[in-house]
């Protein structure tokens, strides 16, 4: 079990079934979601960004941490179980556990982002990339 599950694991659990959106671009939510199992698919004003199945995977964790309403939609693809945490906020503020899993996650996705970023960047002419 990943580092969320583990902590949230005596939280809720939702089930959802194909085509349930779980999470609706623009509209409030106060929960933080995480994947048990199954897949979901994230989509960004209505196009596909990506298919995650990565048990432990967080949702809601952007809309809690900077008190915004979500800035994508997430959907069940099929039968997918959910820990869910209601009062985000509250729980992001109060348990450094479960934040700190939250901030390694988000540290991860900076760290993919950057390097993809400095990949389709690299020349291989400029001092900056040839001194990395």
């Known amino acids: 079990m990943t580092g969320l599950l583990e902590l949230l694991k005596d939280h ?20 933080l979601y995480v994947l048990a199992e199954g897949e979901v698919q994230i989509t960004k004003d209505h196009v596909p960004v990506c298919k995650i ?3 432990g995977s967080a949702f809601g964790e952007v809309s809690a ?10 959907v069940a693809t099929k039968k997918t179980r959910m820990f869910a945490a209601g009062d985000a906020a509250a729980l992001l503020a109060t ?4 934040t700190l899993e939250i901030a390694r996650m988000l540290a991860g996705r900076v760290k993919r982002l950057t ?4 990949e ?4 291989g002419e400029s001092i900056f990339w040839r001194n990395r």
């Open 12 to 31: 809720p659990q939702i089930e959802f079934e194909a085509g349930d959106v779980i999470i609706r671009e623009n509209h409030p939510i106060d929960c």
């Open 53 to 55: 199945s990565r048990k």
């Open 65 to 74: 941490l900077l008190g915004i309403l979500p800035t994508a939609t997430v």
């Open 95 to 98: 348990n450094i556990d479960v």
């Open 115 to 118: 390097f993809n970023y400095v």
């Open 120 to 123: 389709e960047m690299d020349d």
